[in-house]
């Protein structure tokens, strides 16, 4: 494989910044946006089992009823593609079965060769978590498709901004998650910085690496 | 900037897996720990608060004693460098007042200049989240940390393994967090696989772009 340079990973993640303000006349092109979208797919889970949806909004009507839920931002409108990543709320033993089956399947396994990675998961998740946790464990394998999102758009030099500052209960409505088996958690807009986008000129500020990192 | 093509950082996300076996004997060369070290502080965050710390284990004998609290799974101890993840108990004024005091001599602003930003953040965090939800809003950030580290290692060809089957509280005692202002959350190993790691050559495997992935 061609790895990328420490520099060239370093000079990504220093370049992007949560854009506050997109060229709503530049699309991503297609075949960058199909790159971003497998990212998206191909984010590593707990146990494999990806408990989310990743809903593309592009329609502008579609785009622009989410606004007044985001602080009426207009980043939902402006971007390209515009990412709600939501978790699921419960994991059965169905679910469970599916994604064995999956597994099995594509792997040629023997069917019981799994049985005891089927029994750790259904321990796990399905019968050891009570009430909101199944959807809080979901949250936070949202967060890490969020954060491989962000980082795998930098690489590829498309702008992005992190949404947290919605209403998950409106947006669901919207989607159509209402009453269903997943739940809105958080967003991110990707597309292209406008020109005049104030916010892409500020210094980035962080802590110093001493107050963040201990080394043991 | 130079960005990558989406075809090399597809490759990349395809190239990764959760490594089970690391070579002992391989170290991560400093330059790219650095980068990826670096790549930890820059993650984006919740109003830029970073409510976390990075504890990097190297230290043989402490990477030892996190095993009986891993499943005891041999990461810790095989791979390169053991990150573990902790999140913020409590946001305060005070630590508010650090991040406002930061951002505005860093970027040359007049003494109260985010005041607005300022009052945003102790209504939304401070005052706005009680009981353990600081602790889970941190959490969150930690993941798009993990999320960010793991595609950033991925395109720098490191191998790393999330790891979610740890005791947090034997975690807090061993790392000395125990009674502080940070709990562990998750941890990831990182480091280069084994040549007899079996994992490395299965099939990557993942629900269908069509069931994950909804265009709107």
């Known amino acids: 494989m061609n790895s990328a340079s420490p520099e060239s990973l370093l000079e990504a993640l220093q370049w992007r910044y949560a854009t506050k303000k997109f060229d709503a006349a530049r699309p991503i092109p297609a075949p960058v946006w199909s790159a971003l979208e497998r990212s998206l797919v191909l984010t590593p889970s707990s146990y494999g089992l990806q408990p989310w949806k990743f809903l ?23 971007c390209s593609h515009y ?14 079965d599916r994604w064995v089956a999956l597994m099995t399947s594509e792997r040629g396994l023997p069917p019981n060769a ?6 750790m998961m259904v321990g796990g998740v399905a019968k050891g978590m009570q009430g909101s946790r199944v959807f809080e464990w979901a949250t ?15 690489v590829l030099g498309i702008d992005a901004c992190p949404m947290e500052g919605i209403v998950p209960a409106r947006y669901d409505e919207i989607l159509g998650l209402a009453g269903g088996d997943y739940g809105t958690v958080v967003a991110c807009a990707a597309g ?7 916010n892409a000129t500020l210094k ?8 963040v990192v201990t080394t043991i």
């Open 140 to 154: 936070c394998q949202c967060y890490i498709a969020l954060g491989q999102f962000m980082a795998s758009a930098a």
């Open 192 to 198: 292209y910085r406008a020109s005049d986008d104030r």
């Open 83 to 96: 990412v709600v990543f939501a978790a699921r709320r419960t994991v059965d033993e169905a679910y469970i």
């Open 114 to 119: 799994l049985d005891g990675y089927r029994n």
């Open 204 to 211: 980035k500020v962080r802590f110093p690496a001493a107050d």
């Open 56 to 78: 593309v909004v592009t329609d502008p009507g579609a785009k622009r009823s989410l606004v007044p839920h985001s602080w009426n931002q207009t980043q939902p409108v402006e």
